[in-house]
T-cell receptor, first 111, second 113 residues
Framework: SQTIHQWPATLVQPVGSPLSLECTVE??????LYWYRQAAGRGLQLLFY??????ISSEVPQNLSASRPQDRQFILSSKKLLLSDSGFYLC??????????FGPGTRLTVT | AQSVAQPEDQVNVAEGNPLTVKCTYS??????LFWYVQYPNRGLQFLLK??????LVKGSYGFEAEFNKSQTSFHLKKPSALVSDSALYFC???????????FGPGTRLSVLP
């Protein structure tokens, strides 16, 4: 069966510090991968998605970036965090046609 | 462009009563429709989907949803609510051309004992 992991689970970082969040998927190959941010426990904002290694599409201009160095690995990064980057970050995967499956999320607090 | 509306921010229902969480969508082409549930500080969990076929779709935990093409709706239902159903519910749509999903803003369901 497929599983999706995210780490860390929680993170507190000062403004201006770098960020690296990691997501890995097991039990499937060539998944579509997604990064979302959720603010205040409500709607999801799609940040990035990837249909293959090295292929990243950005949905929202911001100081975040994403990379996909391996087929089942998706990384969210920032060189300098802003207060507005605080939120709940969710990674998800899907096959080409069907539903998404979400990881447990990372709670990021920028202080 | 795809869009999803969940017209109710909050739905309150008494335990044992039927519940409905509403969703309407706009998409070009045939829609793929989904419902997810989120408990506090957790990722979203997939409940059910409509791809094609019967308009009434059954999913996890006793939930079902009815696809209505003429009303472009996909309402989530459960015959008898449980307190443990209290959570945030998201409707999502994907068209059959692209790779992306569009989520509604979410509806918070509170089941009162």
């Amino acid at each position: 069966s497929q599983t999706i992991h995210q780490w860390p689970a929680t993170l507190v970082q000062p403004v201006g510090s770098p960020l690296s969040l990691e997501c890995t998927v097991e039990g499937t190959s060539n998944p579509n991968l997604y990064w979302y941010r959720q603010a205040a426990g409500r709607g999801l904002q799609l940040l990035f998605y990837s249909v293959g290694i090295g292929q990243i599409s950005s949905e929202v201009p911001q100081n975040l970036s994403a990379s996909r160095p391996q087929d089942r690995q998706f990384i969210l990064s920032s060189k300098k965090l802003l207060l507005s980057d605080s939120g709940f970050y969710l990674c998800a995967w899907s096959s080409n046609l069907y539903e998404q499956y979400f990881g447990p999320g990372t709670r990021l607090t920028v202080t | 462009a795809q869009s999803v509306a969940q017209p109710e921010d909050q739905v309150n229902v008494a335990e044992g009563n039927p519940l409905t969480v509403k969703c309407t969508y706009s998409v070009s082409g045939n829609p793929y429709l989904f419902w997810y549930v989120q408990y506090p500080n957790r990722g979203l969990q997939f409940l059910l989907k409509y791809i094609t076929g019967d308009n009434l779709v059954k999913g996890s935990y006793g939930f079902e949803a009815e696809f209505n093409k003429s009303q472009t709706s996909f309402h989530l239902k459960k015959p008898s609510a449980l307190v443990s159903d209290s959570a945030l519910y998201f409707c999502a749509v994907r068209d059959n051309y692209g790779q992306n999903f569009v989520f509604g803003p979410g509806t918070r369901l509170s089941v009162l004992p």
